[in-house]
């Protein structure tokens, strides 16, 4: 590990102690929203448009998916826009396109707003001036991925207060009427991804990184497209994985921190290091394989903040 890499380890872990109170109330929102929506689910369903590289027009050359494009960017635009979706889900059936009605701050003693449902990594004081600007940066990269709208012009007072959610598909090229956000029907098996309950009610949604959890609804994705592959595990080469789900190198590495967190079992080559580098060639002919994957059932079940944490802490040199 570089040094360089090992300074943003230590920065994170420490984080995550030194907000932990911040993480678990946010955790609490998405437990009251759970209890009180009235759509009990084990599952979230999350098309699996979100990772999939979109057409390319004429400019763009550049394969990316909705989910591959916000995972390398600071901030909680990904983290966000799959609240939204458990914020929908937990209150509407599926089939319902929904009207995304919270307010960007709570007021008084009302419904949780947008802000409200992240944690407060912010040193403002009043704290409410940072929870503000988190969730606005959040929306406006929403907005620019075609995966929300913003009401109203820039200045004006309120805008944030009218968000509306869009599909999945990231697609600017669609009436926005069209493509308000539904929830996905149960025979939309072969479309979605589904994402435990536990992946929100234990805080994994707000402590993975938007690289994190691009990477790993790419491996949920490819288990569901090839689901005879499970016992050896999925796997996609480099140049298909960049074309079909936009992942680059950077945002793929973070496949170590996953398996390290418990949340998937890399299969590794034996001729590699853990870091992924060769070690030994079986012939003058050898050609690297890409690592294979499965998810392990339960993963999301342990705590994310002390389980990733823990691990971040455990990797550093004694």
Same mark, same amino acid.
């Given at each position: ?68 494009? /916000? ?13 939204? @979706? ?36 912010? #040193? ?14 959040? /929306?406006?990269?929403? &907005?620019?991925?075609? /995966? ?37 029907? %149960?025979?939309?098996?072969? &479309? ?19 690289? &994190? ?43 170590? #921190? ?5 949340? @998937? ?23 690297? #394989? ?13 705590? %994310? /903040? ?13």
């Amino acid at each position: 590990m570089s040094r360089r890499d090992l300074e943003r380890q230590v920065a994170r872990a420490d984080a995550l102690r030194q907000h932990a109170a911040a993480y678990e109330r946010a955790r609490g929102e998405l437990g009251e929203i759970y209890e009180v929506g009235g759509r009990i689910r084990s599952h979230y369903a999350i098309r699996s448009d979100l990772v999939h590289t979109r057409p390319r027009s004429g400019a763009d050359s550049s394969p990316s998916s909705p989910a591959g494009a /916000l995972a390398p960017l600071k901030g909680w635009a990904l983290q966000l826009y799959l609240i939204s @979706i458990f914020d929908a889900q937990s209150r509407r059936p599926a089939g319902a396109t929904v009207d995304h009605a919270r307010p960007l701050h709570r007021a008084g003693t009302g419904p949780a707003g947008w802000a409200d449902l992240l944690p407060t990594i912010t #040193q403002t004081d009043p704290p409410r001036a940072g929870m503000r600007r988190q969730a606005v940066h959040a /929306l406006n990269l929403l &907005e620019r991925q075609h /995966l929300a709208v913003i009401a109203g012009r820039g200045g004006v007072a309120g805008r944030y207060d009218g968000v509306q959610f869009l599909d999945e598909t990231g697609d600017g090229t669609r009436h926005t009427w069209l493509r308000r956000y539904s929830i996905p029907r %149960a025979d939309a098996a072969g &479309e979605v991804v589904q994402l435990p309950k536990a992946f929100f009610l234990n805080g994994w949604v707000h402590v993975l990184t938007a690289a &994190e959890i691009t990477t790993y609804l790419m491996i949920l994705d490819l288990r569901a497209r090839y689901p005879e592959s499970g016992r050896d595990g999925v796997f996609k080469v480099a140049a298909q994985r960049v074309d079909r789900y936009g992942v680059r190198r950077d945002v793929y590495a973070t496949h170590g #921190q996953l398996a390290g967190y418990g949340l @998937i079992h890399r299969l590794d080559d034996p001729a590699r290091s853990a870091d992924g580098r060769i070690i030994r060639r079986s012939s003058p002919r050898y050609t690297r #394989q890409p690592y294979r994957f499965r998810t392990i059932s339960g993963g999301f079940d342990r705590p %994310a /903040l002390t389980t990733v944490s823990t691990y971040l802490r455990s990797q550093l040199p004694a």
